[in-house]
């Protein structure tokens, strides 16, 4: 049951066995299948399912942090922002940009197909989450990427939804992705940062580093 799955997780996760903790999240999803239940104790103290990612993560399993991400919404886990960094940071380590691109867009998509992690819950992006996407994308080349997904963050961010709040984008997390643009000397940086900058004043005016 819950607190049997839910015990047996806490101890492999505190004897840091991460093949034996994968077991079990193994088993336990098969249970899910037939009795949603299962999962309870993880609903309740979600911390404990961040720590099996940071555990597969410190042991460079990022294939196994995947997984655990893949099912975090499908288990009706709380949309915790740090999960989906948690995520991104698997994707940005196995030099997986596309698959990164995958999360950010399901989660902000309401269309997007439900796999990769793929369900829409644009509360989980929050501007840590969208920082750490962006920052992974220019590591990666990926410079087509920023103003599409700053422009569907910005567009769900300020939509009239109950389960989205307004939120707001600080001056600090722009001008560390101006920065990371300057560092990767690619030929069309300046322009790509003015357009930045300008689409930064128009939705979130305030933002734009002095």
């Known amino acids: 049951d819950s607190f049997v799955y839910f015990m047996a997780l806490s101890a492999f996760i505190g004897a840091r066995c991460l093949p034996d903790a994968m077991a079990v999240f193994a088993d336990m999803l098969r249970d899910y299948e037939r009795n949603r239940l299962v999962a309870d104790g993880f609903v309740r103290k979600p ?8 555990l597969a993560l410190g042991q460079q399993e990022f294939g196994a942090a995947l997984e ?9 886990l709380p949309p ?26 399901g989660l902000l998509t309401p269309d997007a197909s439900p796999s ?23 590591k990666h080349g990926q410079f087509d990427e920023l103003l ?39 030929p069309e940086a300046p322009a790509l940062i003015g357009q930045l900058l300008t ?6 005016p305030g933002a734009t580093p002095i």
């Open 199 to 204: 689409l930064v004043d128009e939705h979130f």
């Open 148 to 186: 599409p997904a700053l422009r569907l963050w910005a567009g769900v961010a300020t939509k009239e939804e109950p389960l989205v709040p307004k939120r707001q984008l600080s001056e600090s997390t722009v001008s560390k992705i101006v920065r990371l643009l300057r560092r990767s000397k690619h």
């Open 80 to 105: 915790i922002p740090k999960a989906a960094e948690l995520a991104l940071f698997a994707c940005d380590q196995m030099g997986q940009p596309d698959m990164a691109r995958a999360i950010i867009y």
């Open 116 to 138: 990769a992690g793929c369900v829409f819950c644009p509360q989980i992006v929050d501007e840590s989450v969208l920082g750490l996407y962006m920052a992974a994308m220019i």
């Open 68 to 76: 655990i991400w893949n099912h975090w919404l499908q288990l009706r």
């Open 47 to 54: 911390n404990r399912m961040l720590d099996l990612m940071k």
